[in-house]
Structures are given as structure tokens and as C-alpha cells.
Nanobody, 114 residues
Framework: QVQLVESGGGLVQAGGSLRLSCAAS????????MGWYRQAPGKQRELVAV???????NYADFVKGRFTISRDNAKNTVYLQMNSLKPEDTAVYYC????????WGQGTQVTVSS
């Protein structure tokens, strides 16, 4: 079992920045991939970025050049630095971890005002 706790969401003006954190606990040695997804009202959950234990990264096209994912394996924590935020980035952001199955955090709200 893996437990994920996100933090760092909030309200920010367009063009601003936020940093999300996700701390994993439990069977963290089994985690191969951690990542961030988001879900806006009325829309499906979508991939934002993932990072593998070996360090390879994938980003959704809509965040390339604006968001950066990073991972501290010693702290079992993954971060999402979000810069140049846009109103369309408004969503609940979920942390995920793959450890045999997919685990999800409770989500953190990010609201970008225009």
C-alpha cells in the first residue's frame, strides 16, 4: 500500500506560479513512476507530467516549457513547479504513484484567475 498526500494548491493570478508537492509513504520502495494529473470541472482527468525512478520524464504538450516535475527519491516526494499559469490550468491536481497498481492522492485545487 502507498499513501499520497498533496500540498501547495491555491489561488493565483494568471502569469503567476505555484509549487505542488506530493509525499509518498508506505511501500515506497515499490514505486516505479510518480506523476501529476488534473481534472477540470466537466472534463476527464488528464496527464500533466510523470517521472520515473530512473529519472525519465514526460510532459503533456500543454504544459511544456511552463511546468517542471522533479522527484526526491530520498524523501519519496514529487514536485510540480508551475510557472506562467493560465486560467485554463484551473483544475484539481492529483498525484499518482505506480507500485504494482496505481495509487492516487486526494487532490489539491489550483485556481488561476484572469
Amino acid at each position: 500500500q502507498v499513501q499520497l498526500v498533496e500540498s501547495g494548491g491555491g489561488l493565483v493570478q494568471a502569469g503567476g506560479s505555484l509549487r505542488l508537492s506530493c509525499a509518498a509513504s508506505g511501500s515506497t520502495v515499490s514505486i516505479s513512476v510518480m506523476g501529476w494529473y488534473r481534472q477540470a470541472p466537466g472534463k476527464q482527468r488528464e496527464l500533466v507530467a510523470v517521472i520515473r525512478r530512473a529519472g525519465s520524464i514526460n510532459y503533456a504538450d500543454f504544459v511544456k516549457g511552463r511546468f517542471t516535475i522533479s522527484r526526491d527519491n530520498a524523501k519519496n516526494t514529487v514536485y510540480l513547479q508551475m510557472n506562467s499559469l493560465k486560467p485554463e490550468d484551473t483544475a484539481v491536481y492529483y498525484c499518482s504513484a505506480v507500485a504494482g497498481t496505481v495509487y492516487w492522492g486526494q487532490g489539491t485545487q489550483v485556481t488561476v484567475s484572469s
